[in-house]
């Protein structure tokens, strides 16, 4: 796919300038789209988009989906979700997201999650 990273926040997409608020830790290019994962440590503390840190967008620069909130939290007492730390795709093509402890399989069409496996 055609993309170009400007700067850490910014990609360019099909020729529209893409700007995530956060800095851009991992692309992958899946021909069709980019999935990327955004650097957790650009979020507010409390953010509750910190654990939806995971974006997908057409060729065109336009977002397709944002994964969904996963609901796990490493302590009761905190109310922002785990964050993901690491994106992958498996030997079958599909997607998985790491957080501390879980990894979670995420939908390619919708960004919803279908599966969770322990990480250790």
Do not use: C
Request: charged residues 40%.
């Amino acid at each position: 796919m055609n993309y170009e990273k400007l700067d850490e926040k910014t990609l360019l997409i099909g020729g529209k300038k893409v700007n995530f608020g956060q800095s851009v830790k991992e692309v992958l290019d899946l021909g069709d789209r980019l999935v990327i994962r955004l650097y957790v440590d650009d979020f507010e503390v409390g953010d509750m988009m910190v654990g939806r840190n995971i974006l997908a967008y057409d060729e065109d620069g336009n977002e397709l989906w944002r994964v969904e909130d996963h609901g796990l939290r490493r302590r009761s007492e905190r109310k922002a979700p785990d964050a993901f730390f690491d994106i992958r795709l498996d030997e079958e093509g599909r997607l998985w997201g790491g957080t501390p402890g879980v990894e979670l399989m995420i939908d390619l069409e919708t960004g919803k999650i279908l599966d969770a496996e322990p990480r250790w």
